[in-house]
């Protein structure tokens, strides 16, 4: 416990030294005033073509960066040799890889909440109409969105041999999860049984961090009945009382198993190392 | 990648056993808070005028009324049809289209007014048609050439009221069957 | 349990249900105590009717009424707002059987604990006038059948559990079969099935009814020549369900938040023909208006807002679709199959025009990309991806066709009016500032003590 917090702390701390970290900083304050400015047209709550665009524009950058700078931070231990150095000491690699995953998480999370911050407050000052409910949810969408994306981060840093390697890689991860996602599953669901569509879609649509935190966005804002009739069960399981929760048991183990994954591959490194 | 594979393998069996299992077109139950005519939207009741189709892919259809299957049939051809089902008048039972028996008569209320009811044998279908005192039995081959004609205007019942009140009230009740008979007889 | 199959939706929905049936629990609970001090007074009505002259007037004193009543001459019954009809007996289906013509009734209160098929007022007769009735019932509402010209005004029908009984099917408030040129006014319908239903029943008029929480709205079968004018919807799965019909007006109706359902919109079109269906406010709906094998229609000065789709035309052909505002919907328009619409000047939000011309019509056209809808008509398991960022990526690549689409050829700039700007909403938003606040505080302070400072 007290490895993962110092490797956290270390983490942290290397985060902010970071310059990689203050400009995402400050593309992500920009972006957020962006959506401040979005949702200032004439808006109410619930779900709709405002709040269909801001999700679309917070899916195309945080797990974008998210990627980045959790890729690179683990490339970086391997380029600059301190995880030679850190094997040296008793120290677990669950430890090391949990405590890595903590610190970065902040880091991360400082900066969305920097910017939520800000956007809040100014909206505030500038007396513009931002619907509790929407701002919450909308935090918490994108605090989820950085959660699960990280670790697919520490996937590919663990995976890459150094920085560019890890880039391409991120690169290419977000494209077919966010944005060419949809046409990769339609193009391979086309070749299967009509029956075997809906499930392996369900299945897939889990897998993908990005799907699945914008669907429990969409429901939640109230919009599930746009999904029809095929998932109308999920819909109400999601806005029933234990909706949140069962949802947030779901990131937990999706989180809680690529942790482990990640784990396995570091340490069969270090048995080899 | 060798765990993935083996998960994406393994989930891959379980869909093939899940898809294979039931291939033999079972009628779905209806479920009113989702289900809705594949041809005029109106919403599909767990009643007798329900009918669904289900096609060689797997692909499930229901209608709100016979007449709406039929539409669909002239639309999309009948080659890739599975099977279709229709309901039993009396005890809601389904019933393959083929082997079910039929009444119309213009008088007879269903949801889109095309007037044609269906029944699980010749017999339940002659005594309705009996206890009604309208209609004429068909069967599902005789149904092809039947001309599918919505009474849209009703002016004609004001001759013979009588029995249209009793039809009218008879099909009013479009949800539960039973109800039906314990006020209407 | 019955109703939970037929009508409950989640959420919201759901709630108001809850909370309704409480109220009503309570309101029964607390009538039927007043009831049970005054049922060895309350009078039965019949005998009253009997000792009545063809033409009277008969003004109810205030009190509790037993049904169920026939009423076979031309009378005209008041109650003042403060006179009960009360039907309890479980034998007679009809609380009030109308059975002459030129009947009035107005001003009466009427319970009607039967379900099913019974309902409150069943009118066989014609110019019925039914006028400030106060109505609960556990069936149907009113009931007109062969009853032509009846005029049904400012009435009040809700749905309603008596106490004891296990729910049962909601049936309709208004229901006409073959019953043509009634006068449908100012009633307010709420938790029944369909709020208005109207089959073969032509040139009816159905004027500023208010209908809330039922299944359609109002729900036409086979009503040419009747209109549907200024009528208000909210919370129902479908506002107003026209189908089979031609030359019917639908003008001047708001309907909104019918986004439940997975099939809910504001205004559904099924084989509509040389109709008007004009100056509509469908907002915040899933579906705003669909239409489907309709041809030769107008439709025109709709303001369609906040819907998850704002219109989904499906083989509907020869339409005219003109100066209709397309605001904030999170897709504007669906269309397949749909040729020969005559499709202008309407003003589409999304749309990024060109107007050179300075004519105040964008040069540029405006088309809708069917492939949404397309993807998902083949296969509804697609759904999941709607309004995704690839989604809208992958329609974007599709261009298949596109002479072919729907396509609003000259789309305007800007719209003239500015009634788009309704329901603002801004609560709670102290509490995002102080969120915010503290957001960016935490934030600083972590970004100080563990970065900028070397501790």
């Not at chain 3, 030359?247 to 109706?253: C, I, K, Q």
């Amino acid at each position: 416990m007290v490895d993962i917090l110092q490797v956290a702390r270390r983490e942290i701390k290397m985060g902010f030294r970071n310059p990689w970290a203050y400009s995402f900083l400050a593309l992500f304050c920009a972006f957020s005033l962006g959506l401040l400015l979005i949702n200032a047209q004439n808006e109410i709550q619930g779900y709709t073509a405002v709040k269909g665009s801001m999700l679309s524009l917070i899916l195309y950058l945080l797990p974008l960066m998210t990627l980045f700078l959790g890729s690179f931070s683990l490339t970086s231990e391997k380029e600059e040799g301190s995880w030679q150095l850190l094997s040296t000491y008793p120290i677990g690699t669950l430890s090391f890889i949990l405590g890595k995953y903590v610190g970065l998480a902040v880091v991360l999370l400082t900066v969305v909440a920097f910017g939520y911050g800000l956007m809040g407050m100014i909206s505030g000052f500038l007396g513009m109409a931002y619907d509790s409910t929407t701002y919450f949810l909308f935090l918490f969408f994108s605090a989820g969105l950085v959660l699960l994306f990280l670790t697919i981060a520490l996937f590919i840093g663990s995976l890459s041999r150094n920085r560019w390697q890890a880039l391409t890689v991120s690169v290419a991860v977000w494209f077919f999860t966010v944005i060419g996602w949809p046409t990769f599953l339609i193009a391979f669901l086309g070749l299967m049984p009509y029956l075997w569509i809906k499930p392996l879609l369900v299945v897939f649509t889990i897998l993908n961090p990005a799907e699945l935190v914008r669907l429990f966005v969409v429901i939640k804002l109230g919009g599930g009945s746009v999904l029809g009739p095929e998932y109308y069960q999920w819909v109400e399981w999601i806005n029933g009382s234990k909706g949140s929760l069962l949802f947030m048991g779901v990131c937990l183990v999706w989180m809680l198993s690529s942790i482990l994954f990640v784990y396995w591959i570091w340490e069969r490194g270090r048995s080899r190392g | 990648m060798k765990k993935w594979s083996l998960v994406l393998m393994m989930m891959m069996g379980l869909l093939i056993l899940a898809a294979c299992g039931p291939k033999k077109f079972e009628p779905l139950a209806i479920n009113e808070k989702v289900d809705i005519c594949a041809i005029c939207n109106m919403q599909v009741k767990d009643d007798a005028f329900a009918t669904q189709l289900t096609t060689k892919d797997g692909k499930n259809y229901k209608f709100d009324d016979i007449g709406c299957m039929n539409e669909w049939k002239n639309k999309n051809g009948t080659k890739n049809i599975g099977k279709d089902y229709v309901r039993d008048y009396n005890d809601k039972e389904w019933v393959e289209f083929s082997k079910a028996s039929f009444v119309y008569d213009e008088t007879l209320r269903t949801p889109m007014a095309y007037g044609v009811i269906s029944f699980k044998d010749t017999a339940s279908a002659e005594a309705f048609v009996k206890e009604q005192g309208v209609g004429s039995v068909l069967s599902a081959s005789d149904l092809s050439k039947h001309e599918w004609k919505q009474n849209t205007d009703m002016m004609q019942m004001d001759m013979n009221g009588g029995e249209g009140h009793m039809d009218e009230h008879k099909s009013e009740e479009m949800e539960g069957m039973t109800s039906d008979k314990e006020m209407d007889m | 349990m019955v109703i939970r199959k037929s009508f409950l939706y989640p959420g919201i929905f759901r709630v108001l249900i809850l909370m309704l049936f409480s109220l009503l629990l309570i309101i029964t609970t607390y009538s039927g105590s007043a009831y049970a001090n005054t049922t060895s007074e309350a009078i039965p009505l019949q005998p009253i009717i009997d000792a009545a002259q063809i033409g009277d007037s008969i003004t109810l004193a205030p009190g509790t009424y037993l049904g169920p009543v026939y009423i076979n001459k031309r009378l005209t019954i008041s109650g003042e707002g403060r006179a009960t009809l009360l039907n309890s007996s479980p034998d007679a289906e009809v609380a009030v059987m109308i059975q002459a013509d030129g009947v009035k009734l107005q001003g009466l209160n009427i319970q009607q604990d039967n379900g099913g098929e019974a309902a409150a007022i069943r009118v066989e007769a014609d110019q019925v006038t039914l006028k400030d009735l106060v109505i609960h019932t556990f069936g149907f509402g009113i009931m007109l059948r062969e009853a032509d010209s009846g005029v049904i005004v400012n009435n009040k029908i809700r749905w309603f559990i008596p106490k004891g009984a296990t729910s049962r099917k909601r049936g309709n408030g208004i229901d006409l079969y073959n019953s043509h040129g009634s006068d449908i006014r100012e009633n307010e319908i709420s938790y029944l099935r369909d709020g208005i239903y109207l089959e073969k029943s032509r040139n009816t008029k159905v004027d500023h009814n208010r209908l809330f929480h039922l299944r359609y709205g109002v729900h036409c079968m086979y009503i040419n020549g009747s209109s549907v004018t200024n009528n208000i919807g909210e919370y129902n799965i479908t506002g107003a369900m026209v189908m089979g019909v031609s030359d019917v007006m639908v003008s001047g109706n708001s309907f909104r938040k019918q986004n439940q359902n997975v099939h809910s919109q504001g205004i559904l079109l099924f084989d509509v023909r040389t109709s008007q269906i004009v100056n509509n406010v469908v907002e915040g709906n899933r579906v705003g208006i669909y239409m489907q094998q309709s041809s030769d229609n107008t439709l025109q000065n709709n303001m369609v807002l906040r819907n998850y789709i704002g219109i989904q035309f499906e083989g509907s052909e020869g339409n005219r679709f003109q100066k209709n505002a397309f605001i904030a919907n999170v897709i504007e328009a669906e269309a397949t199959d749909s040729k020969n619409n005559k499709m202008t000047r309407n003003f589409w939000d999304s749309f990024e025009g060109l107007d050179v011309s300075g004519d105040g019509v964008s040069d540029l056209p405006y088309a809708i990309n069917p492939f949404y809808q397309q993807l998902v008509t083949e296969n509804a398991a697609y759904q999941l991806f709607f309004q995704s960022p690839g989604m809208t990526f992958l329609s974007d690549l599709y261009t298949n066709d596109k002479e072919q689409w729907s396509t609003d050829s000259e789309p305007l700039m800007q719209l003239d009016s500015v009634h788009a700007n309704v329901g603002q909403v801004s609560e709670g938003q102290g509490s995002v500032m102080v969120v915010g606040w503290l957001l960016l505080f935490f934030a600083v302070i972590t970004i100080l003590y563990m970065g900028v400072l070397r501790l």
